[in-house]
């Protein structure tokens, strides 16, 4: 069993540029999360991808995107990058059962983004 | 409401003590509680977690004690060991439509050998 992977590991950019992170599910999983994790802080829930729809997302600008693809894995994107947004991104994947429930959320090592 | 809120911030224990690390919540519609074990540089890791439907899981060394009526849950590590020293964190979800996991602060805990 494959767990969830992410790349890159680390990422380095400048305020204003974009940004594509990338996530394998493990396998066996349909649902994706994405997290930002703050520096000495919980993981906060950005969006969901569930079937390559959005299903669901946090308190996060619409510069924020993602995509789910067809093999379940997912991109996160972030337009016009804030020094604020440096922090750990982490993907969970699980498996859900139509919209609703799938209890347990598998996080991948995480991206950590730099903003300068 | 979405809050989840966890303490202590951080935790000192001798080895072969019993780490304890509490968390509190509002929304009563949450309906499932996970741990989270986080080394640094890596992912949270599921330890372990709860419905509310029982008061107590126990796993190997660690335990759940979950009280609804006071919209509290907490971590017992028994016979903490210095491969233990880690940040946890607690979370809730409610299990239907967009599962979000709400997360506490995160505890972190050192065992001393």
């Known amino acids: 069993e494959t767990g969830v992977t992410q790349s890159p590991t680390h990422l380095i950019k400048t305020r204003g540029q974009q940004v594509t992170l990338r996530c394998s599910s493990q396998?066996?999983?349909?649902?994706v999360s994405w997290y930002q994790q703050a520096l000495g802080q919980g993981p906060q829930f950005i969006f969901q991808?569930?079937?390559?729809?959005?299903?669901g997302r946090g308190n996060f600008p619409p510069r924020f995107s993602g995509l789910q693809f067809p093999n379940y894995s997912s991109e996160l994107n972030v337009n016009a990058l804030e020094l604020d947004d440096s922090a750990l991104y982490l993907c969970?994947?699980?498996?859900?059962?139509?919209?609703?429930?799938?209890?347990?959320?598998?996080f991948g090592p995480g991206t950590r983004l730099t903003v300068t | 409401q979405q809050q989840v809120k966890q303490s202590p911030q951080s935790l000192i224990v001798q080895k072969g003590g019993i780490s304890i690390i509490n968390c509190a919540y509002e929304n009563t519609a949450f309906d499932y509680f996970p741990w989270y074990q986080q080394f640094p540089g890596k992912g949270p890791a599921l330890l372990i977690a709860i419905r509310p439907d029982v008061s107590e899981k126990k796993e190997g060394r660690f335990t759940i004690s979950f009280n609804k009526s006071a919209k509290q849950f907490s971590l017992h590590i028994m016979d903490s060991q210095p491969g233990d020293s880690a940040t946890y964190f607690c979370?809730?979800?409610?299990?239907?439509?967009?599962?979000?996991?709400?997360f506490g602060t995160g505890t972190r805990l050192k065992v001393l050998a």
């Open positions: 991808y569930y079937r390559e729809e959005e299903n």
């Open positions: 396998s066996g999983h349909n649902t």
């Open positions: 979370a809730a979800s409610i299990l239907s439509g967009t599962y979000k996991y709400i």
């Open positions: 969970a994947s699980s498996l859900a059962y139509g919209r609703a429930s799938s209890y347990e959320q598998y």
